[in-house]
Each structure stands twice: as structure tokens, then as C-alpha cells.
């Protein structure tokens, strides 16, 4: 296999820092784009609205981010399945990986649409919403939830690209969709004062605009795979595959999510203000999380390509070199975020005790931008090998039994603020690398038991 295959990176040859970086950055740059969706609609409606649309939209589009990051996390076992046939150089099991996704996430599609249309009420219900921003929130949320269809077909077509090492198609795609959204939001909020209800509009425009050029694009593509129409139906194998790597990093991402509904329901629960400056918060930290998550896709599709080639040395490798590098980046998002937070928070808000709150909320977590690319790292390997039951295990147990019940003591200490609660977040993933450290010398001590 060459080293490259057209805009196709091959990871089982060459340096691994430059083949890593140039996949790294398209991943990145689409995530950044993909995280300003969110950002743009909170930011105009911040201009146009009241605290009220600002903690609606916060709330709404917070939850909708953790129904698309459930299926980026199922779509992962595509990622990984195809990476593998490609280092084994199996082009035509590649395409019925292919085939079978596509069946998979319609079916799955479909049921979601019907599930989050019906319960927008209770969702709503159960986050907390302050009263002044129900109604707006579950506006949001019907809307965003009609177009749950495009949003899985953006990431099943993003899924099969990074597997088969083309990071900057999806880069391409997000791009397109990202334009498209702000000029939706500028026309609907700002021009036709449709309030949160145009920010929904936009975003869901947008992710068909994006989905339906993919698609015209990728047809004028040659890929490293063998698919026709033909292979589109399920394939047992491939099939118990995908779900195999998948349904346990969908639902370590489950609980991961839920907890942190959880700890927006508890910050909903102090007052709007706090809730409007969460909601701020969150969709800054949206954009601080990129580079660890970037980096665990990035090793996901690295080892995974090198675990189908037999390279166990390189893929180990390939893991210690993205950590380091993200945490070197980490360490300057880090300073950003403590020091700079209200900055960064005004550009959303003119709004000066919101803006007190985020920048309250930041000091907090920051320190999660360093410790946070060491467990994404240890993730993406995990993923990579096809051994995602310990992701799945570390995502329950650090949600449940360490987030949550953390976040609930800070806002019941006297005085609490965000900040307190935003400490949640980094003693958590502490707990999750020392989970790691633990899983990697268990894999160590199989695999010499093995050789002996």
C-alpha cells in the first residue's frame, strides 16, 4: 500500500508525527467549524434575544450536541472496522463495512426523529429549565430533532473517510455547512427576528445543504474501498463488528452526556443567570475540547490501520506522540481559558453578570484541557484495537460515580459558585487516566502472556 492514496493518508508507513498532523488538522479544523454551529446560533441569539433565548438555545443545542456526539461515538465502529480492512488490505470488506452502515444509521434515524419529536416536553422537563425559557427550549429542540437524519448521514460519510485516511473531505463538507449557517442565522434571527427558532432553522439548513453536496462530491471520488450500490444491505459479520467497537463507545458517550445534562440541570437549578452563563460557557468549552478530541480520532484511525497491519510497536507509538503533542497544545488553551475567559464570554453577551458567570465556570475547568488530551489519547487507542469495553467502563463509572456526585457537593457548599462546579470536570478525567494507566497494564501483561 502506498504511502498515500491520493488525498488518503496511509498510516502504516513513514514518520508517524507527519502522518498523524496531517490527519490531525483537517479533523480539527471540521470539529472547530462543526462546534461554531452551536456557537453562531448562541452568539446571535445572544445579540438579538434575551437571557431567556441565550439559556434556552444553551440548553437546547447542548443537548442536541450530545445526540450527535452518540452517533459520531456508534459511527467510531465503522471508523475503526474500515481502518482495519484497509491495513489488511481488504478493499472489498471495506465496502460492505460501508454497505452496512448505511443501513444501520437510517434505521436508527428514523427511530430517533420519532423518539426526541414526541418527548421535546419531557426532555425539557427533565433538564430544568428556568421557566422564562421552556417554551423557547422546546421550540429548539423539535426543530433540531426534525433534521436528526441529516445530522447521521453527516457522520456516517465524515465515519468512512477518516477510516479510510481522508480527514479533509469532512473538513470540506463542515465548511460549507458552517457558511451556510451563519448566513441563515444572520437572515433568520437578525433580519426575520425568528429568535431561537431560527437558529434551529439554520443549523438543520445547513446540515442538509452539507449533506447533499458530500454526496455529489464523493461520487467523483476514488477511494482506497470496493462499493457499489449492491452492498448496500447488512452484513452479519461486519455488522456484529461495527457494533462490537461501537454500541460500547456509544454508550460510554451516553453516560459521558448524561452526566453532563445532569450537571446543567444542577447550574439551571441556581437561577438564570447562572444557567445563561453555563450556557455561554459550554459552547466556549465546545471549542477548548476540539484539539484532545481531534486527537482521539486521530489515534483511532492510526491504530486501527496499524492493528490491521500487525504493527502493534508503531500503533503504541502513534499514541504516545498525539498525547504529547495535545498536551503541549493544551497547556496554552489552558491559560486561555483561566485567565481569559470573560473575553473570550463577551463575544457572545454584552450581558455583565452572564459574562461573570462563564468566566467563573472556565477558572474552574481549564485545567481539564490538559489532563483531558491524556485520557482522550488512552481512548482513542482502546478504540483503535477494537477494545472499546474499558472506554465503555471508564465512561460509566467516571459519569456516575464521580462527575455527577462531585458536581452536586460543590453547589451545595456554602458560598458554591461555578467555579466550584466547574471543578467537576478535571477531578474526574484524573479519575479517568488512573482508570487507564490500569488498562494498559492489564493489555501489557495479555499480550506477554501470549508471546510466552
Known sequence: MSEKNGKEISFVKGPVFGSLIRFALPVLGALILQAAYGAVDLMVVGWFGDAASISAVGTGSGFMQMVTFIITSLAMGSTVVIGQHIGEQKPKEAGNTVGTTILLFAGIGVVMTVVLEVLAGRITGMLQVPAESVDKTILYLRICSAGIL???????????????????????????????????????????????AGAALATVLAQLVSVVLSAVIIRRQRL????????????????????????????????????FLVVNTIVNQMG???????????????????????????????????????????????????????????????????????????????????????????????????????????IGYFNGRGRSIPVMLQGITSAFFIRIPVSIFMSRLPGASLVLVGLATPITTVYGILFFVVCFWRLKKQESKAVN
Do not use: H, W
Request: net charge positive; glycine share 12%.
Open 272 to 378: 438564570l443567570m447562572p444557567s445563561a452563563g453555563y450556557g455561554i460557557a459550554q459552547k466556549i468549552i465546545s471549542f477548548i475540547m476540539l484539539v484532545p478530541s481531534s486527537v482521539m480520532q486521530s489515534v483511532s484511525a492510526f491504530v486501527a490501520q496499524n492493528i490491521g497491519a500487525g504493527q502493534k510497536e508503531r500503533a503504541f507509538k502513534g499514541f504516545l506522540t498525539a498525547m504529547a503533542t495535545g498536551c503541549a497544545v493544551g497547556v496554552l488553551i489552558f491559560l486561555g481559558g483561566f485567565f481569559g475567559g470573560g473575553l473570550l464570554s463577551s463575544a457572545f453577551t454584552g450581558d455583565r453578570e452572564v459574562i461573570a458567570q462563564s468566566a467563573a465556570y472556565l477558572r474552574g475547568f481549564s485545567a481539564e484541557c490538559i489532563l483531558t488530551c491524556v485520557l482522550f489519547s488512552s
Open 224 to 259: 482506497p474501498i470496493s462499493f457499489s450500490l449492491a452492498q448496500c444491505r447488512v452484513y452479519g459479520e461486519e455488522l456484529k463488528r461495527i457494533l462490537n467497537v461501537g454500541v460500547p463507545i456509544a454508550v460510554q458517550e451516553t453516560m459521558v452526556q448524561i452526566s
Open 150 to 196: 441529516v445530522i447521521i448521514a453527516y457522520n456516517v460519510i465524515s465515519g468512512v473517510l477518516r477510516g479510510v485516511g481522508n480527514a479533509n473531505l469532512p473538513f470540506l463538507f463542515v465548511g460549507i455547512a458552517c457558511v451556510v449557517n451563519i448566513i441563515g442565522d444572520l437572515l433568520l434571527v437578525g433580519v426575520c427576528k425568528l429568535d431561537v
